[in-house]
Nanobody, 120 residues
Framework: QVQLVESGGGLVQPGGSLRLSCAAS????????MRWYRQAPGKERELVAT???????NYADSVKGRFTISRDNTKNTAYLQMNSLTPKDTAVYYC??????????????WGKGTLVTVST
C-alpha cells in the first residue's frame, strides 16, 4: 500500500511563513507529478502548485511569487514553502501524487490533509 502523510500545518500570523511536507511511503516504483491542493471552509478544492519528476513547477495565480513547491526524490517527499501568508490562505492543504507501483498502472494518491490557519 502507498501512503502520503502531510505535516507542518498550524496557526500563523498574517505575513508569516510556514513549510509543509508530504512524505510518500510504501511499495513505490516511481513518483510522477506531485501536487498541493487546498480547500477552505465552504469552498471548492483548489489546485495550488504542481511539480514534475524533473522539477518543472506551476502555481495558481493566487500564490505565485509567495509559495514555492519542491521535492526531494531521494526521500520521496514534496514540500510547500509558504511566505507572506494572508487569511485567504487559510485552508486544509492536501498532498496529491501520481505514483507508479510495480505491476500496476499509475494512479493518484491523496494525503489526509493538514490545516493551515492564518489569523491575528
Amino acid at each position: 500500500q502507498v501512503q502520503l502523510v502531510e505535516s507542518g500545518g498550524g496557526l500563523v500570523q498574517p505575513g508569516g511563513s510556514l513549510r509543509l511536507s508530504c512524505a510518500a511511503s510504501g511499495s513505490i516504483a516511481s513518483i510522477n507529478e506531485m501536487r498541493w491542493y487546498r480547500q477552505a471552509p465552504g469552498k471548492e478544492r483548489e489546485l495550488v502548485a504542481t511539480i514534475t519528476s524533473g522539477g518543472s513547477t506551476n502555481y495558481a495565480d493566487s500564490v505565485k511569487g509567495r509559495f514555492t513547491i519542491s521535492r526531494d526524490n531521494t526521500k520521496n517527499t514534496a514540500y510547500l514553502q509558504m511566505n507572506s501568508l494572508t487569511p485567504k490562505d487559510t485552508a486544509v492543504y492536501y498532498c496529491n501524487a501520481d505514483i507508479q507501483r510495480l505491476w500496476s498502472y499509475a494512479r493518484d494518491y491523496w494525503g489526509k490533509g493538514t490545516l493551515v490557519t492564518v489569523s491575528t
